[in-house]
Structures are given as C-alpha cells and as structure tokens.
C-alpha cells in the first residue's frame, strides 16, 4: 500500500497544496469550506501526517510540554483537557507529566521535554526552586507560560514577575469572599484546610482569609489555619481533631477534593449534621460539592477559562505576537451559595460589615 501523501489530498480535496498545510496546520487564512474539505479528503484518504518531516522542514516539533502536580486532581485534568483542546486546535501536541510538586521531577521533566525540542511548555511549579531551569528554558527559545503560580523572578523585573506570562486565579477575592459570608452567618470559629502556603492559591487563601478577620474586627484567634497534604486520610484526621478540641470551630472551608471528602466524612463519624451542626464550604466547584446532600456551597471559577487562557498566551508568543498587555490574566472567583451553611447552633446570627470589597 503506497503513503497517502498531502499531494493526494490536495487533489482530492480541490485545493493546493499551500491550502492544505496551512488547513492540517491550524493557520490563518483558511475558510470554513476548505478546511472541511481538507479534513474530509485527508479522512477518507487516510492521511497521516510525517512530524518527523515536519520538524526538520519548519524546525519545530509541533508540541507542547505541560507540567502539574498531579493529572489526577480533577481540578488539574480540567485544565489541562481545556489546554489540550485549544492547542490541538491550533495544531499541537500536548505532553502532560505529572511532577508531585517535587523539584527534582520537575528538573528531569523539563530537561526530557527540552530534549524533545517542545516549542513550548505551561508550568505548574511546585516552588520557585527550578527558576534557573525555567529562565534557562525561555533563554534557549522556548516559551513558558506558568499555570497559577508564582512567576519566577529575574533581578530587574518588578515584584509581580509580569514579564513573564502567567494565568492566574483571584484565590485572594475568593477566599474574602467566603470568610466574609461566613462571618455574615455569624460564625466567628473558622477553619480553612488548605494546601502548603508556599504555593500562591494557597498563599493568596490564608491572606485573604486573615484579611476579613482583620477587617471585622473579630477576634483572630477564631481564624483557624489547617494545612494539607492531598491525601483524604490526613484532611480527616485533622479535621476530627479540630472538631473534637476546646472552640471546635462552627465553619469549614476546604479544598473541594480529597479534602473535602476526607471533612466531610469526619463530620459523619461524630453525628455531626450539615449545616445545623457545622457549616462547610468547598474551595474550586468539584463533583463532589455539586452532588453532596446538603450541596456544598462553593467557591467557583472556571478551569476551562484557565486552560484556554494558558494555551491562548503560549500560542501568541509561538506566533510572535507577544506583548506586555497580552502577558497576564487574573481570573475572577465567584461564590455560589447552595444548602450547606447556616448560623451556627444555638446563635442567632450577627451580620458583619466589614469594610473593603473583595
């Protein structure tokens, strides 16, 4: 059986052959008609496009390498699958490797996708200990776009890294938001369970959070602070013994995963009942939340806006159409109040204004 070559579909499709590399390749320029006669040809002809004779003739690989924690977290997959689709859309490849936050995964990652030659990558970093590999990275060419998280610092770029390209989440806004409800419900014992506060979602978090109290005026030794692996067993014990201490806090704010699950489930074992007993919010807006009886309240922002927003910026810098008003998004946090907090027990409750708005 001969190769099914881009020659072959051009002629069936009707079209040249410039229309149909730039139709295969994602490029400007083409009407909806040819690109559906392309892809039509291309189908039943059965093409397959050489990537090998690509790479050598454009000298670019026509991939992406994208780092994160864990592909496994929902709140991950969802990026990344929204990533994925953008790209593929524009011609790429997108290779995922999960790296656990650790920074020696994330050298070796890093170094095999440089070997591969990606025209790009979006990075997730655990911590700022592989700056060097990322400026290292941009030095050599490749442009890095980092997935809400901490911009690498150079010497001379300000003290918001902007230079660099980043999508981030307003987890600060997010996190006022939701500590100032729950002070309006007339909470004044809160718990926030989340993750290491040396990455920025939950940095940004535990300001928040404090901010509110502060700004209140409510006392802030009712801010009570949980940091968390991402097992479900570690978020339930802490949770139990936060709900079986003296000033067992009356309100729970938790990342929406196994966390979640893992307080959650700690609240069943000692008969506590959501929300007469005990109030529970959900940080990001997963299955669980939604399908939880009572449903979660929850803070919400849109994953997929993250990875399309990701993917748009690697690809302007891929075309050349980089710019300092193109370099930075911060997404906004939404709260979606459902059936899972009310006053505390026993409380009548004692709205709280506190001045600022998230």
Same mark, same amino acid.
């Given at each position: 059986?001969?190769?099914?070559?881009?020659?072959?579909?051009?002629?069936?499709?009707? =079209?040249?052959?410039? %229309?149909?590399?730039?139709?295969?390749?994602?490029?400007?320029?083409? +009407?909806?008609?040819?690109?559906?006669?392309?892809?039509?040809?291309?189908? $039943?002809?059965?093409?397959?496009?050489?990537?090998?004779?690509?790479?050598?003739?454009?000298?670019? +690989?026509?991939?992406?390498?994208?780092? =994160? #924690?864990?592909?496994?977290?929902?709140?991950?997959?969802?990026?990344?699958?929204?990533?994925?689709?953008? @790209?593929?859309?524009?011609?790429?490849?997108? =290779?995922?490797? #999960?790296?656990?936050?650790?920074?020696?995964?994330? $050298?070796?990652?890093?170094?095999?996708?440089?070997?591969?030659?990606?025209?790009?990558? @979006?990075?997730?970093?655990?911590?700022?200990?592989?700056?060097?590999?990322?400026?290292?990275?941009?030095?050599?060419?490749?442009?890095?776009?980092?997935?809400? $998280?901490?911009?690498?610092?150079?010497?001379?770029?300000?003290?918001?890294?902007? &230079?660099?390209?980043?999508?981030?989440?307003?987890?600060?806004?997010?996190?006022?938001?939701?500590?100032?409800?729950?002070?309006?419900?007339?909470?004044?014992?809160?718990?926030?369970?989340?993750?290491?506060?040396?990455? $920025?979602?939950?940095?940004?978090?535990?300001?928040?959070? &404090?901010?509110?109290?502060?700004?209140?005026?409510?006392?802030?030794?009712?801010?009570? @602070?949980?940091?968390?692996? +991402?097992?479900?067993?570690?978020?339930?014990?802490?949770?139990?013994?936060?709900?079986?201490?003296? #000033?067992?806090?009356?309100?729970?704010?938790?990342?929406?995963?196994?966390?979640?699950?893992?307080?959650?489930?700690?609240?069943?074992?000692?008969?506590?009942?959501?929300?007469?007993?005990?109030?529970?919010?959900?940080?990001?807006?997963?299955?669980?939340?939604?399908?939880?009886?009572?449903?979660?309240?929850?803070?919400?922002? +849109?994953?997929?806006?993250?990875?399309?927003?990701?993917?748009?910026?690697?690809? &302007?810098?891929?075309?050349?159409?980089?710019?300092?008003?193109? %370099?930075?998004?911060?997404?906004?946090?939404?709260?979606?109040? &459902?059936?899972?907090?009310?006053?505390?027990?026993?409380?009548?409750?004692?709205?709280?204004?506190?001045?600022?708005?998230?």
């Amino acid at each position: 059986m001969s190769v099914v070559t881009i020659r072959d579909v051009a002629q069936a499709a009707g =079209v040249s052959l410039a %229309s149909v590399s730039r139709a295969l390749n994602g490029g400007k320029n083409v +009407s909806a008609r040819v690109a559906r006669d392309v892809a039509a040809a291309a189908d $039943r002809l059965g093409y397959q496009p050489d990537f090998l004779a690509r790479s050598l003739r454009t000298r670019t +690989s026509g991939m992406v390498g994208c780092l =994160v #924690s864990d592909i496994s977290n929902p709140l991950n997959a969802t990026i990344v699958k929204a990533a994925e689709a953008r @790209l593929r859309e524009a011609g790429y490849l997108l =290779v995922v490797a #999960s790296t656990g936050n650790d920074p020696g995964r994330e $050298r070796a990652a890093a170094a095999e996708f440089r070997g591969r030659r990606v025209d790009g990558m @979006l990075v997730a970093p655990g911590s700022d200990a592989n700056a060097k590999a990322w400026r290292a990275l941009v030095a050599a060419g490749t442009p890095v776009v980092i997935v809400d $998280r901490d911009a690498p610092k150079d010497e001379d770029e300000d003290e918001d890294g902007v &230079r660099w390209p980043a999508v981030q989440v307003d987890h600060r806004g997010g996190a006022r938001a939701a500590t100032r409800y729950l002070l309006g419900l007339g909470h004044r014992r809160i718990a926030l369970l989340t993750a290491d506060a040396v990455m $920025r979602p939950s940095r940004e978090r535990i300001q928040g959070f &404090r901010e509110i109290f502060a700004e209140a005026g409510v006392d802030p030794a009712g801010a009570r @602070l949980c940091l968390q692996s +991402s097992a479900m067993d570690f978020a339930h014990g802490d949770t139990l013994a936060l709900l079986r201490g003296d #000033s067992a806090p009356t309100a729970i704010v938790a990342l929406g995963t196994r966390i979640l699950a893992g307080v959650l489930r700690a609240a069943r074992d000692l008969g506590l009942v959501v929300p007469r007993d005990l109030s529970v919010m959900s940080v990001g807006d997963t299955d669980l939340a939604a399908v939880h009886t009572p449903a979660i309240t929850a803070l919400r922002w +849109s994953l997929e806006d993250v990875g399309r927003a990701a993917a748009d910026l690697l690809l &302007r810098r891929l075309r050349g159409e980089a710019g300092h008003a193109q %370099s930075h998004a911060l997404l906004p946090v939404d709260l979606v109040l &459902r059936d899972s907090c009310a006053p505390p027990a026993a409380q009548r409750a004692m709205p709280v204004a506190p001045s600022g708005t998230s």
